[in-house]
Antibody, heavy 127, light 108 residues
Protein backbone atom coordinates (compact mmCIF):
# COMPACT_ATOMS: atom_id res chain seq x y z
CA UNK A 1 0.00 0.00 0.00
CA UNK A 2 1.11 3.56 -0.70
CA UNK A 3 2.61 5.29 2.34
CA UNK A 4 4.26 8.64 2.90
CA UNK A 5 6.04 8.90 6.26
CA UNK A 6 7.31 12.30 7.37
CA UNK A 7 9.99 13.30 9.84
CA UNK A 8 9.17 14.46 13.35
CA UNK A 9 8.19 17.81 14.82
CA UNK A 10 10.69 20.68 14.79
CA UNK A 11 11.13 23.81 16.89
CA UNK A 12 13.17 26.57 15.29
CA UNK A 13 14.13 30.15 16.07
CA UNK A 14 13.29 33.01 13.72
CA UNK A 15 15.84 33.28 10.93
CA UNK A 16 16.78 29.60 11.06
CA UNK A 17 16.11 26.92 8.45
CA UNK A 18 14.15 23.67 8.62
CA UNK A 19 14.32 20.58 6.42
CA UNK A 20 11.41 18.11 6.47
CA UNK A 21 11.63 14.66 4.91
CA UNK A 22 8.96 12.46 3.35
CA UNK A 23 9.77 8.79 2.71
CA UNK A 24 7.59 7.07 0.12
CA UNK A 25 6.83 3.37 -0.20
CA UNK A 26 4.39 1.09 -1.99
CA UNK A 27 4.77 2.59 -5.48
CA UNK A 28 7.39 3.51 -8.09
CA UNK A 29 8.75 6.76 -6.66
CA UNK A 30 9.90 8.23 -9.98
CA UNK A 31 6.50 7.78 -11.64
CA UNK A 32 4.89 10.56 -9.57
CA UNK A 33 5.66 13.96 -8.12
CA UNK A 34 5.60 15.13 -4.53
CA UNK A 35 3.86 18.30 -3.44
CA UNK A 36 4.17 20.16 -0.14
CA UNK A 37 1.16 21.76 1.51
CA UNK A 38 1.11 23.61 4.82
CA UNK A 39 -1.59 24.53 7.30
CA UNK A 40 -1.15 27.22 9.93
CA UNK A 41 -3.00 26.69 13.22
CA UNK A 42 -6.74 27.05 12.68
CA UNK A 43 -6.24 28.03 9.04
CA UNK A 44 -6.76 26.49 5.62
CA UNK A 45 -4.46 24.56 3.32
CA UNK A 46 -1.72 26.41 1.43
CA UNK A 47 0.00 24.92 -1.62
CA UNK A 48 3.77 25.43 -1.41
CA UNK A 49 4.96 23.79 -4.60
CA UNK A 50 5.85 20.46 -6.09
CA UNK A 51 8.73 18.48 -7.50
CA UNK A 52 8.84 15.84 -10.18
CA UNK A 53 10.55 12.75 -8.80
CA UNK A 54 11.25 11.75 -12.40
CA UNK A 55 13.45 14.68 -13.42
CA UNK A 56 13.66 16.99 -10.39
CA UNK A 57 11.73 19.85 -12.04
CA UNK A 58 10.10 22.15 -9.51
CA UNK A 59 7.31 24.73 -9.29
CA UNK A 60 7.15 26.88 -6.17
CA UNK A 61 4.40 29.17 -4.92
CA UNK A 62 5.32 32.73 -5.79
CA UNK A 63 5.19 33.94 -2.16
CA UNK A 64 7.79 31.33 -1.13
CA UNK A 65 10.20 31.60 -4.06
CA UNK A 66 13.70 32.32 -2.79
CA UNK A 67 13.03 30.75 0.62
CA UNK A 68 11.97 27.20 -0.27
CA UNK A 69 13.82 24.34 -1.94
CA UNK A 70 12.33 20.94 -2.74
CA UNK A 71 14.55 17.99 -3.59
CA UNK A 72 14.33 14.23 -3.94
CA UNK A 73 16.67 11.30 -3.34
CA UNK A 74 15.55 8.57 -5.71
CA UNK A 75 17.93 6.03 -4.12
CA UNK A 76 15.89 6.16 -0.91
CA UNK A 77 12.51 7.27 -2.35
CA UNK A 78 12.59 10.32 -0.10
CA UNK A 79 11.51 13.88 -0.78
CA UNK A 80 12.74 16.90 1.17
CA UNK A 81 11.44 20.41 1.73
CA UNK A 82 13.78 23.07 3.11
CA UNK A 83 12.42 26.44 4.23
CA UNK A 84 14.89 29.21 5.12
CA UNK A 85 14.72 32.52 6.98
CA UNK A 86 11.91 31.22 9.13
CA UNK A 87 9.37 33.66 10.59
CA UNK A 88 6.68 33.17 13.20
CA UNK A 89 4.01 32.97 10.50
CA UNK A 90 5.76 29.88 9.08
CA UNK A 91 4.50 27.97 12.14
CA UNK A 92 2.31 25.28 10.62
CA UNK A 93 1.78 21.61 9.97
CA UNK A 94 3.64 20.71 6.78
CA UNK A 95 2.27 17.86 4.64
CA UNK A 96 3.79 16.03 1.70
CA UNK A 97 1.43 14.49 -0.84
CA UNK A 98 1.82 12.33 -3.94
CA UNK A 99 1.09 14.21 -7.15
CA UNK A 100 -0.98 12.77 -9.98
CA UNK A 101 -0.84 14.65 -13.29
CA UNK A 102 -3.70 14.52 -15.78
CA UNK A 103 -4.43 16.44 -18.96
CA UNK A 104 -7.47 18.68 -19.25
CA UNK A 105 -8.39 17.57 -22.77
CA UNK A 106 -10.67 20.52 -23.54
CA UNK A 107 -7.92 23.03 -22.70
CA UNK A 108 -4.79 20.97 -23.49
CA UNK A 109 -3.43 21.96 -20.07
CA UNK A 110 -1.88 19.88 -17.29
CA UNK A 111 -3.79 19.45 -14.07
CA UNK A 112 -2.64 17.77 -10.87
CA UNK A 113 -4.00 16.49 -7.62
CA UNK A 114 -2.89 14.80 -4.44
CA UNK A 115 -4.07 11.26 -3.82
CA UNK A 116 -1.95 10.16 -0.83
CA UNK A 117 -0.76 12.34 2.03
CA UNK A 118 1.84 12.08 4.75
CA UNK A 119 0.87 12.35 8.40
CA UNK A 120 2.12 15.94 8.70
CA UNK A 121 5.06 17.55 10.48
CA UNK A 122 4.54 20.39 12.96
CA UNK A 123 7.12 23.14 12.59
CA UNK A 124 7.05 25.74 15.33
CA UNK A 125 8.98 28.99 14.91
CA UNK A 126 9.46 30.77 18.20
CA UNK A 127 12.13 32.80 19.94
CA UNK B 1 -2.51 35.56 -7.46
CA UNK B 2 -5.26 33.15 -8.42
CA UNK B 3 -7.95 32.39 -5.83
CA UNK B 4 -10.74 29.87 -5.30
CA UNK B 5 -13.74 31.02 -3.27
CA UNK B 6 -15.73 28.75 -0.95
CA UNK B 7 -18.45 29.57 1.63
CA UNK B 8 -16.97 29.43 5.14
CA UNK B 9 -19.68 27.16 6.49
CA UNK B 10 -22.60 24.94 5.51
CA UNK B 11 -25.03 23.29 7.93
CA UNK B 12 -27.43 20.44 7.24
CA UNK B 13 -29.47 17.92 9.21
CA UNK B 14 -28.68 14.20 8.97
CA UNK B 15 -30.16 12.62 5.84
CA UNK B 16 -30.36 15.92 3.98
CA UNK B 17 -28.23 17.01 1.01
CA UNK B 18 -25.24 19.30 1.48
CA UNK B 19 -23.89 21.35 -1.41
CA UNK B 20 -20.55 23.15 -1.20
CA UNK B 21 -19.54 25.48 -4.00
CA UNK B 22 -16.12 26.64 -5.21
CA UNK B 23 -15.66 29.49 -7.68
CA UNK B 24 -12.63 30.48 -9.75
CA UNK B 25 -12.00 32.13 -13.09
CA UNK B 26 -9.78 29.31 -14.38
CA UNK B 27 -12.16 26.47 -13.54
CA UNK B 28 -13.46 26.21 -17.14
CA UNK B 29 -9.87 25.31 -18.15
CA UNK B 30 -8.79 23.33 -15.10
CA UNK B 31 -10.18 20.35 -13.21
CA UNK B 32 -11.24 20.74 -9.60
CA UNK B 33 -10.55 18.34 -6.78
CA UNK B 34 -12.13 18.03 -3.33
CA UNK B 35 -10.57 16.97 -0.03
CA UNK B 36 -12.14 16.14 3.31
CA UNK B 37 -10.21 16.97 6.47
CA UNK B 38 -11.22 15.96 9.97
CA UNK B 39 -9.61 17.52 13.06
CA UNK B 40 -6.03 16.41 13.61
CA UNK B 41 -5.92 14.37 10.41
CA UNK B 42 -4.40 14.77 6.96
CA UNK B 43 -6.74 15.64 4.09
CA UNK B 44 -8.39 12.82 2.11
CA UNK B 45 -9.23 13.06 -1.61
CA UNK B 46 -12.98 12.57 -2.14
CA UNK B 47 -13.49 13.84 -5.73
CA UNK B 48 -11.02 14.19 -8.61
CA UNK B 49 -11.33 15.54 -12.16
CA UNK B 50 -14.49 17.49 -11.20
CA UNK B 51 -16.72 14.46 -10.70
CA UNK B 52 -14.75 11.21 -10.36
CA UNK B 53 -14.85 9.37 -7.06
CA UNK B 54 -11.75 7.49 -5.78
CA UNK B 55 -12.19 3.90 -4.70
CA UNK B 56 -13.34 3.63 -1.12
CA UNK B 57 -15.22 6.94 -1.13
CA UNK B 58 -18.98 6.46 -0.49
CA UNK B 59 -21.37 6.98 -3.40
CA UNK B 60 -23.11 9.78 -1.53
CA UNK B 61 -20.18 12.05 -2.49
CA UNK B 62 -20.46 13.53 -5.98
CA UNK B 63 -19.05 16.48 -7.89
CA UNK B 64 -20.20 18.66 -10.76
CA UNK B 65 -18.94 21.61 -12.78
CA UNK B 66 -20.63 24.52 -14.52
CA UNK B 67 -18.62 27.40 -15.91
CA UNK B 68 -16.57 29.07 -13.19
CA UNK B 69 -18.21 27.11 -10.35
CA UNK B 70 -17.77 23.54 -9.17
CA UNK B 71 -19.95 21.88 -6.55
CA UNK B 72 -19.41 19.06 -4.08
CA UNK B 73 -22.68 17.34 -3.21
CA UNK B 74 -23.11 15.00 -0.26
CA UNK B 75 -26.43 13.17 -0.44
CA UNK B 76 -27.94 11.66 2.69
CA UNK B 77 -25.42 13.38 4.98
CA UNK B 78 -24.24 11.34 7.95
CA UNK B 79 -22.74 12.54 11.22
CA UNK B 80 -19.35 11.18 10.15
CA UNK B 81 -19.32 13.63 7.20
CA UNK B 82 -18.84 16.57 9.56
CA UNK B 83 -15.47 17.97 8.51
CA UNK B 84 -13.70 20.75 6.63
CA UNK B 85 -13.87 20.48 2.84
CA UNK B 86 -11.36 22.09 0.48
CA UNK B 87 -11.48 22.51 -3.28
CA UNK B 88 -8.17 22.51 -5.15
CA UNK B 89 -7.22 23.41 -8.68
CA UNK B 90 -4.50 25.31 -10.55
CA UNK B 91 -4.15 28.55 -12.47
CA UNK B 92 -5.10 28.47 -16.15
CA UNK B 93 -1.57 27.49 -17.23
CA UNK B 94 -1.40 24.62 -14.76
CA UNK B 95 1.73 26.09 -13.19
CA UNK B 96 0.58 27.07 -9.71
CA UNK B 97 -1.65 25.04 -7.44
CA UNK B 98 -4.29 26.64 -5.26
CA UNK B 99 -6.72 25.64 -2.53
CA UNK B 100 -10.01 27.26 -1.66
CA UNK B 101 -10.35 28.71 1.83
CA UNK B 102 -12.26 25.68 3.07
CA UNK B 103 -15.86 25.06 4.13
CA UNK B 104 -16.80 23.72 7.54
CA UNK B 105 -19.68 21.27 7.18
CA UNK B 106 -21.75 20.99 10.34
CA UNK B 107 -24.24 18.14 10.73
CA UNK B 108 -26.95 19.46 13.04
Amino acid sequence: QVQLVQSGAEVKKPGASVKVSCKASGYTFTSYGISWVRQAPGQGLEWMGWISAYNGNTNYAQKLQGRVTMTTDTSTSTAYMELRSLRSDDTAVYYCARVNIVVVVAAAQPSYYFDYWGQGTLVTVSS
Amino acid sequence: SYELTQPPSVSVSPGQTARITCSGDALPKQYAYWYQQKPGQAPVLVIYKDSERPSGIPERFSGSSSGTTVTLTISGVQAEDEADYYCQSADSSGTYGVFGGGTKLTVL
